[in-house]
Protein backbone atom coordinates (compact mmCIF):
# COMPACT_ATOMS: atom_id res chain seq x y z
CA UNK A 1 0.00 0.00 0.00
CA UNK A 2 1.42 3.32 -0.76
CA UNK A 3 2.01 5.18 2.34
CA UNK A 4 1.46 9.41 2.11
CA UNK A 5 5.15 11.03 0.90
CA UNK A 6 7.06 12.33 4.43
CA UNK A 7 8.37 15.78 4.66
CA UNK A 8 11.29 15.16 3.72
CA UNK A 9 10.35 13.84 0.25
CA UNK A 10 8.31 16.77 -0.44
CA UNK A 11 10.01 19.65 0.86
CA UNK A 12 13.51 19.09 0.30
CA UNK A 13 15.96 21.03 2.00
CA UNK A 14 17.40 23.14 -0.55
CA UNK A 15 16.96 26.46 -1.62
CA UNK A 16 13.98 27.55 -3.46
CA UNK A 17 14.28 27.92 -7.49
CA UNK A 18 13.88 30.50 -9.30
CA UNK A 19 11.84 28.87 -11.80
CA UNK A 20 9.21 27.31 -9.33
CA UNK A 21 7.25 31.01 -9.51
CA UNK A 22 4.80 30.98 -12.11
CA UNK A 23 4.16 34.76 -12.93
CA UNK A 24 1.73 35.56 -10.07
CA UNK A 25 3.22 34.28 -7.68
CA UNK A 26 6.76 36.06 -8.30
CA UNK A 27 4.71 39.16 -8.44
CA UNK A 28 3.03 38.39 -5.23
CA UNK A 29 6.72 38.21 -4.01
CA UNK A 30 7.63 41.28 -5.21
CA UNK A 31 5.11 42.92 -3.56
CA UNK A 32 5.92 41.48 -0.05
CA UNK A 33 9.58 42.95 -0.37
CA UNK A 34 7.82 46.48 -2.03
CA UNK A 35 8.95 46.18 -5.71
CA UNK A 36 6.67 46.95 -8.30
CA UNK A 37 4.82 44.63 -9.76
CA UNK A 38 6.40 44.97 -13.57
CA UNK A 39 9.90 43.67 -12.52
CA UNK A 40 7.56 40.18 -12.64
CA UNK A 41 7.34 39.86 -16.67
CA UNK A 42 10.80 41.76 -16.98
CA UNK A 43 12.49 38.94 -14.47
CA UNK A 44 10.27 36.26 -16.85
CA UNK A 45 11.84 37.81 -19.92
CA UNK A 46 15.04 37.11 -18.23
CA UNK A 47 14.82 33.55 -17.49
CA UNK A 48 12.53 32.36 -20.29
CA UNK A 49 13.50 34.60 -23.55
CA UNK A 50 16.75 35.47 -23.15
CA UNK A 51 17.60 32.82 -20.68
CA UNK A 52 20.48 33.63 -18.41
CA UNK A 53 21.77 31.75 -15.76
CA UNK A 54 22.61 34.79 -13.54
CA UNK A 55 21.07 37.18 -11.59
CA UNK A 56 23.53 39.50 -11.75
CA UNK A 57 23.20 39.26 -16.26
CA UNK A 58 19.27 40.93 -15.37
CA UNK A 59 20.86 44.19 -15.71
CA UNK A 60 17.61 46.49 -16.17
CA UNK A 61 17.17 45.63 -12.21
CA UNK A 62 18.35 47.56 -9.10
CA UNK A 63 21.26 46.08 -7.96
CA UNK A 64 19.22 45.75 -4.50
CA UNK A 65 16.38 43.66 -6.15
CA UNK A 66 19.14 41.46 -7.80
CA UNK A 67 20.76 40.87 -3.99
CA UNK A 68 17.28 40.06 -2.75
CA UNK A 69 16.99 37.69 -5.70
CA UNK A 70 19.82 35.85 -5.19
CA UNK A 71 19.71 35.93 -1.38
CA UNK A 72 15.95 34.09 -1.99
CA UNK A 73 16.37 31.83 -4.77
CA UNK A 74 18.99 29.07 -6.62
CA UNK A 75 19.03 30.03 -10.29
CA UNK A 76 21.99 27.93 -11.51
CA UNK A 77 21.96 25.86 -14.77
CA UNK A 78 21.03 22.12 -13.79
CA UNK A 79 24.56 20.45 -14.06
CA UNK A 80 25.31 17.92 -17.33
CA UNK A 81 27.11 15.16 -15.66
CA UNK A 82 26.72 12.78 -18.79
CA UNK A 83 24.99 13.30 -22.46
CA UNK A 84 24.59 10.65 -24.53
CA UNK A 85 24.06 10.99 -27.76
CA UNK A 86 22.19 8.48 -30.16
CA UNK A 87 23.33 7.31 -33.92
CA UNK A 88 19.32 8.43 -34.22
CA UNK A 89 19.50 12.48 -32.97
CA UNK A 90 18.25 10.86 -29.61
CA UNK A 91 20.11 12.90 -26.70
CA UNK A 92 20.11 11.37 -23.08
CA UNK A 93 20.86 13.91 -20.18
CA UNK A 94 21.92 13.10 -16.63
CA UNK A 95 21.44 16.17 -14.77
CA UNK A 96 23.02 16.51 -11.30
CA UNK A 97 20.72 18.72 -8.69
CA UNK A 98 21.43 21.06 -5.75
CA UNK A 99 21.88 18.48 -3.32
CA UNK A 100 23.85 16.36 -5.78
CA UNK A 101 20.75 13.45 -6.79
CA UNK A 102 20.52 12.67 -10.20
CA UNK A 103 17.80 12.56 -13.24
CA UNK A 104 17.47 12.14 -16.71
CA UNK A 105 15.78 13.87 -19.35
CA UNK A 106 15.45 12.90 -23.00
CA UNK A 107 15.51 14.57 -26.37
CA UNK A 108 14.06 12.93 -29.23
CA UNK A 109 13.80 14.42 -33.01
CA UNK A 110 10.83 13.96 -35.22
CA UNK A 111 10.12 15.38 -38.34
CA UNK A 112 7.02 17.61 -36.83
CA UNK A 113 9.78 19.06 -34.27
CA UNK A 114 11.95 18.17 -30.82
CA UNK A 115 9.99 16.67 -28.28
CA UNK A 116 12.05 16.36 -24.27
CA UNK A 117 10.89 13.88 -22.04
CA UNK A 118 10.73 15.27 -18.46
CA UNK A 119 11.62 13.91 -14.64
CA UNK A 120 9.10 14.19 -11.90
CA UNK A 121 11.10 12.69 -8.96
CA UNK A 122 14.33 11.75 -7.92
CA UNK A 123 13.59 7.82 -8.03
CA UNK A 124 9.64 6.01 -7.60
CA UNK A 125 7.77 4.69 -5.14
CA UNK A 126 5.26 2.70 -7.58
CA UNK A 127 7.39 -0.47 -7.77
CA UNK A 128 6.36 -1.09 -11.26
CA UNK A 129 7.90 -5.08 -12.05
CA UNK A 130 9.61 -4.27 -15.49
CA UNK A 131 10.23 -0.37 -14.72
CA UNK A 132 14.50 0.41 -13.93
CA UNK A 133 12.89 4.02 -12.08
CA UNK A 134 11.60 2.20 -9.23
CA UNK A 135 14.94 0.87 -8.10
CA UNK A 136 15.60 2.66 -4.98
CA UNK A 137 12.36 4.00 -4.48
CA UNK A 138 11.38 7.43 -4.48
CA UNK A 139 14.40 10.18 -2.97
CA UNK A 140 11.92 12.61 -3.36
CA UNK A 141 9.43 14.88 -5.41
CA UNK A 142 11.59 17.65 -7.81
CA UNK A 143 10.82 21.00 -7.34
CA UNK A 144 8.35 22.67 -9.97
CA UNK A 145 11.57 24.63 -10.93
CA UNK A 146 13.60 21.51 -11.32
CA UNK A 147 11.04 20.43 -13.85
CA UNK A 148 11.60 23.53 -15.71
CA UNK A 149 15.20 23.76 -15.37
CA UNK A 150 15.05 20.34 -17.46
CA UNK A 151 13.41 21.86 -20.32
CA UNK A 152 15.66 25.21 -20.13
CA UNK A 153 18.71 23.61 -20.18
CA UNK A 154 17.59 21.24 -23.75
CA UNK A 155 16.82 24.53 -25.28
CA UNK A 156 20.04 26.04 -24.48
CA UNK A 157 21.35 22.83 -26.14
CA UNK A 158 19.30 23.37 -29.07
CA UNK A 159 19.95 27.56 -29.28
CA UNK A 160 22.70 26.83 -30.15
CA UNK A 161 21.63 25.58 -33.90
CA UNK A 162 18.47 27.84 -33.35
CA UNK A 163 16.01 25.07 -32.74
CA UNK A 164 13.24 24.47 -30.64
CA UNK A 165 11.64 22.66 -27.78
CA UNK A 166 8.41 22.03 -29.55
CA UNK A 167 6.62 19.42 -27.33
CA UNK A 168 7.17 17.85 -24.14
CA UNK A 169 6.34 14.40 -22.64
CA UNK A 170 6.01 14.17 -18.90
CA UNK A 171 7.36 10.43 -19.12
CA UNK A 172 10.62 10.28 -17.45
CA UNK A 173 11.07 8.76 -13.98
CA UNK A 174 8.64 9.25 -11.43
CA UNK A 175 4.60 9.63 -10.96
CA UNK A 176 3.99 13.30 -12.31
CA UNK A 177 0.64 13.01 -10.10
CA UNK A 178 2.50 12.14 -6.82
CA UNK A 179 4.13 15.35 -7.64
CA UNK A 180 0.81 17.06 -8.57
CA UNK A 181 1.45 20.57 -7.74
CA UNK A 182 5.18 20.81 -8.80
CA UNK A 183 3.42 19.38 -11.87
CA UNK A 184 0.57 21.77 -12.10
CA UNK A 185 3.00 24.65 -11.62
CA UNK A 186 5.64 23.16 -13.93
CA UNK A 187 3.06 23.01 -16.71
CA UNK A 188 1.77 26.48 -16.58
CA UNK A 189 5.27 27.80 -16.29
CA UNK A 190 6.12 25.66 -19.53
CA UNK A 191 2.69 26.79 -21.40
CA UNK A 192 2.84 30.61 -20.05
CA UNK A 193 3.50 32.72 -23.07
CA UNK A 194 5.89 34.81 -21.26
CA UNK A 195 7.53 31.44 -20.28
CA UNK A 196 8.64 29.01 -22.23
CA UNK A 197 5.04 29.47 -24.27
CA UNK A 198 4.39 25.83 -25.21
CA UNK A 199 1.11 25.10 -26.45
CA UNK A 200 -0.89 22.65 -23.87
CA UNK A 201 -1.92 20.56 -27.46
CA UNK A 202 2.00 19.79 -27.65
CA UNK A 203 2.28 18.51 -23.83
CA UNK A 204 1.76 15.02 -22.83
CA UNK A 205 1.42 13.70 -19.61
CA UNK A 206 1.13 10.08 -18.14
CA UNK A 207 0.30 8.52 -15.33
CA UNK A 208 0.60 4.69 -14.21
CA UNK A 209 -3.01 5.54 -12.70
CA UNK A 210 -3.49 7.24 -9.33
CA UNK A 211 -7.23 7.38 -9.24
CA UNK A 212 -7.88 10.78 -7.17
CA UNK A 213 -5.75 12.82 -9.16
CA UNK A 214 -7.47 11.70 -12.40
CA UNK A 215 -10.46 13.24 -11.23
CA UNK A 216 -8.62 16.08 -9.86
CA UNK A 217 -6.72 16.96 -13.05
CA UNK A 218 -10.17 16.42 -15.57
CA UNK A 219 -11.18 19.36 -13.12
CA UNK A 220 -8.45 21.46 -14.10
CA UNK A 221 -9.83 21.80 -17.31
CA UNK A 222 -6.42 22.16 -19.13
CA UNK A 223 -5.80 20.58 -22.68
CA UNK A 224 -3.01 18.75 -21.97
CA UNK A 225 -2.59 15.60 -23.59
CA UNK A 226 -3.32 12.64 -21.36
CA UNK A 227 -1.75 9.07 -21.29
CA UNK A 228 -2.67 6.46 -18.48
CA UNK A 229 0.40 3.12 -18.41
CA UNK A 230 -2.69 0.66 -18.45
CA UNK A 231 -0.01 -2.81 -19.27
CA UNK A 232 -2.98 -5.30 -18.53
CA UNK A 233 -6.55 -5.48 -19.72
CA UNK A 234 -7.28 -8.12 -16.67
CA UNK A 235 -6.95 -6.95 -12.62
CA UNK A 236 -4.76 -9.67 -11.70
CA UNK A 237 -1.84 -9.17 -14.86
CA UNK A 238 -1.96 -5.92 -13.83
CA UNK A 239 -1.49 -5.92 -10.07
CA UNK A 240 1.73 -8.41 -11.12
CA UNK A 241 3.04 -5.67 -13.30
CA UNK A 242 1.77 -2.62 -11.54
CA UNK A 243 1.76 -2.88 -7.32
CA UNK A 244 -0.53 0.52 -7.96
CA UNK A 245 -3.28 -1.97 -9.28
CA UNK A 246 -3.56 -3.32 -5.75
CA UNK A 247 -4.72 0.13 -4.31
CA UNK A 248 -6.81 1.50 -7.29
CA UNK A 249 -7.63 -1.35 -9.02
CA UNK A 250 -8.34 -1.41 -13.27
CA UNK A 251 -12.49 -0.81 -12.96
CA UNK A 252 -11.70 2.25 -10.51
CA UNK A 253 -8.92 3.07 -12.90
CA UNK A 254 -11.39 2.80 -16.07
CA UNK A 255 -14.03 4.79 -14.17
CA UNK A 256 -11.86 7.79 -13.59
CA UNK A 257 -10.96 8.03 -17.06
CA UNK A 258 -14.98 7.81 -18.65
CA UNK A 259 -15.08 10.61 -16.16
CA UNK A 260 -11.94 12.78 -17.50
CA UNK A 261 -13.65 12.03 -21.19
CA UNK A 262 -16.84 12.98 -19.93
CA UNK A 263 -15.30 16.42 -18.10
CA UNK A 264 -12.73 17.76 -20.50
CA UNK A 265 -14.17 15.69 -24.12
CA UNK A 266 -10.40 14.67 -24.96
CA UNK A 267 -9.62 11.55 -25.86
CA UNK A 268 -6.96 9.49 -24.24
CA UNK A 269 -4.23 7.53 -24.80
CA UNK A 270 -2.73 4.19 -23.23
CA UNK A 271 0.63 2.99 -22.79
CA UNK A 272 0.26 -0.91 -23.15
CA UNK A 273 3.83 -2.68 -22.82
CA UNK A 274 4.46 -6.21 -24.27
CA UNK A 275 5.58 -8.52 -21.97
CA UNK A 276 6.35 -11.36 -23.59
CA UNK A 277 3.95 -14.66 -22.62
CA UNK A 278 2.40 -12.31 -19.24
CA UNK A 279 0.04 -9.72 -21.55
CA UNK A 280 0.99 -10.44 -25.46
CA UNK A 281 -1.15 -13.07 -26.94
CA UNK A 282 -4.19 -12.58 -28.94
CA UNK A 283 -6.61 -13.73 -26.03
CA UNK A 284 -4.85 -10.60 -23.98
CA UNK A 285 -5.58 -8.13 -26.70
CA UNK A 286 -8.87 -8.79 -27.00
CA UNK A 287 -9.27 -8.90 -23.85
CA UNK A 288 -8.11 -5.29 -23.79
CA UNK A 289 -10.25 -4.54 -26.89
CA UNK A 290 -13.51 -5.05 -24.66
CA UNK A 291 -11.89 -3.19 -21.68
CA UNK A 292 -11.49 0.05 -23.73
CA UNK A 293 -14.33 -0.45 -26.65
CA UNK A 294 -16.29 2.61 -25.06
CA UNK A 295 -13.44 4.52 -24.35
CA UNK A 296 -12.44 7.53 -26.78
CA UNK A 297 -8.71 6.62 -27.43
CA UNK A 298 -6.24 6.15 -28.66
CA UNK A 299 -3.69 2.84 -28.23
CA UNK A 300 0.20 2.96 -28.09
CA UNK A 301 1.62 -0.79 -28.48
CA UNK A 302 5.62 -0.20 -26.21
CA UNK A 303 8.05 -3.31 -26.98
CA UNK A 304 9.72 -3.72 -23.76
CA UNK A 305 12.68 -2.38 -22.80
CA UNK A 306 15.00 -5.05 -22.12
CA UNK A 307 16.38 -4.34 -17.92
CA UNK A 308 19.02 -5.65 -17.15
CA UNK A 309 17.81 -5.78 -13.14
CA UNK A 310 13.95 -7.29 -14.11
CA UNK A 311 14.00 -10.57 -16.45
CA UNK A 312 11.02 -9.85 -18.93
CA UNK A 313 11.46 -10.70 -22.32
CA UNK A 314 10.73 -8.74 -25.78
CA UNK A 315 7.58 -10.16 -27.68
CA UNK A 316 8.42 -10.71 -31.08
CA UNK A 317 7.97 -8.96 -33.88
CA UNK A 318 5.14 -11.18 -35.82
CA UNK A 319 3.19 -11.40 -32.21
CA UNK A 320 3.64 -7.35 -32.26
CA UNK A 321 1.80 -7.33 -35.49
CA UNK A 322 -0.93 -9.90 -34.72
CA UNK A 323 -1.72 -7.91 -31.44
CA UNK A 324 -1.95 -4.88 -33.11
CA UNK A 325 -4.03 -6.34 -36.03
CA UNK A 326 -6.17 -8.08 -33.31
CA UNK A 327 -7.01 -4.31 -31.65
CA UNK A 328 -7.27 -2.84 -35.30
CA UNK A 329 -9.86 -5.55 -36.41
CA UNK A 330 -12.00 -4.94 -33.48
CA UNK A 331 -12.10 -1.29 -34.79
CA UNK A 332 -9.45 0.07 -31.83
CA UNK A 333 -7.13 3.12 -32.95
CA UNK A 334 -3.54 1.62 -31.92
CA UNK A 335 -0.11 2.27 -33.14
CA UNK A 336 3.40 0.32 -32.41
CA UNK A 337 5.62 3.10 -30.58
CA UNK A 338 8.60 3.98 -32.44
CA UNK A 339 11.93 3.59 -30.48
CA UNK A 340 14.40 5.61 -30.66
CA UNK A 341 17.67 5.85 -29.07
CA UNK A 342 18.02 2.22 -28.67
CA UNK A 343 22.12 2.75 -28.39
CA UNK A 344 22.20 4.75 -25.48
CA UNK A 345 19.89 3.75 -22.66
CA UNK A 346 16.99 5.56 -23.78
CA UNK A 347 14.54 3.85 -21.63
CA UNK A 348 13.66 5.41 -17.72
CA UNK A 349 16.03 5.35 -15.31
CA UNK A 350 18.08 2.78 -17.13
CA UNK A 351 21.24 5.57 -17.75
CA UNK A 352 20.37 6.58 -13.84
CA UNK A 353 20.48 3.29 -12.62
CA UNK A 354 23.83 2.21 -14.69
CA UNK A 355 25.56 5.77 -13.08
CA UNK A 356 24.45 6.23 -10.00
CA UNK A 357 24.35 2.50 -8.22
CA UNK A 358 24.55 3.96 -5.18
CA UNK A 359 21.27 5.62 -5.41
CA UNK A 360 19.17 3.28 -7.26
CA UNK A 361 19.99 -0.11 -4.83
N1 LIG B 1 4.92 6.96 -13.81
C1 LIG B 1 4.30 7.42 -15.04
C2 LIG B 1 5.28 8.13 -15.94
C3 LIG B 1 6.35 7.24 -16.56
S1 LIG B 1 6.03 7.16 -18.25
C4 LIG B 1 3.62 6.27 -15.72
O1 LIG B 1 3.73 5.15 -15.22
O2 LIG B 1 2.91 6.48 -16.70
C5 LIG B 1 7.08 5.92 -18.78
C6 LIG B 1 6.38 4.82 -19.55
O3 LIG B 1 7.33 3.79 -19.85
C7 LIG B 1 5.30 4.16 -18.71
O4 LIG B 1 4.24 3.78 -19.53
C8 LIG B 1 6.04 2.95 -18.18
O5 LIG B 1 5.12 1.98 -17.75
C9 LIG B 1 6.87 2.55 -19.37
N2 LIG B 1 8.00 1.68 -19.05
C10 LIG B 1 8.77 1.67 -17.95
N3 LIG B 1 9.71 0.71 -18.01
C11 LIG B 1 9.53 0.09 -19.19
C12 LIG B 1 10.18 -1.00 -19.85
N4 LIG B 1 11.20 -1.65 -19.29
N5 LIG B 1 9.72 -1.34 -21.07
C13 LIG B 1 8.69 -0.68 -21.65
N6 LIG B 1 8.04 0.34 -21.08
C14 LIG B 1 8.46 0.72 -19.86
Redesign the pocket.
Known sequence: MLKPLTDKQTKPNIKPSIYSLELHELESWLTDIREPKFRGKQIFEWLYKKRVSSFEEMTNLPLGLREKLEKDYYIKPLKEVIRQESSDGTIKFLFELQDGYSIETVLMRHEYGNSICVT?QVG?R?G?T????TLGGLKRNLLAGEIVAQVLQVQRALDETDERVSSI??????????NYDGLMSFLKIVNHDLGLNIGARHIT?????VVPYIYKFADEGMQINF???L?AANTETRSRL?PVNRMYPLNELMDAIRYYIKKTGRRVTF?Y?L?GKVNDSVESANELADLISDIKCHVNL??????PE?D?VRTPKAQIFKFLETLTSRGINATIRREQGHDIDA????LRAKERKEETR
Open positions: TCLCFCASVVMGIGEPFDISTSGAISHMEGFIPVNYVRYACGQ
